[in-house]
């Protein structure tokens, strides 16, 4: 989830900047541009995927966790 939010910000970052350098594009330059950012949307990752990632990535630092000598007896220490 946190890739994602990354992702957001960064987009909300050039936002910016990119609209106000539309202003001052010929045709043939926002063609490109259009063209350009149809590119990267094509290539952007849906939310969907990031779910899975992140459940991934969860389930992979949980069977670290579990497999490391003695997790059972630092989670009892944690409790007391």
Do not use: Y
Not at 19 to 42: I, K, Y
Request: charged fraction near 20%; proline fraction near 2%.
């Amino acid at each position: 989830m946190i890739p994602d939010l990354v992702g957001i910000a960064c987009q909300a970052i050039a936002r910016r900047p990119a609209w106000v350098a539309v202003d001052h594009l010929s045709a043939t330059e926002a063609r490109s541009a259009a063209l350009l950012m149809n590119a990267l949307l094509a290539r952007q990752v849906t939310l969907r995927e990031v779910w899975a990632e992140e459940k991934w990535f969860q389930l992979a630092a949980e069977v670290e966790q579990l497999s490391a000598k003695g997790w059972a007896t630092d989670q009892v220490r944690l409790m007391w």
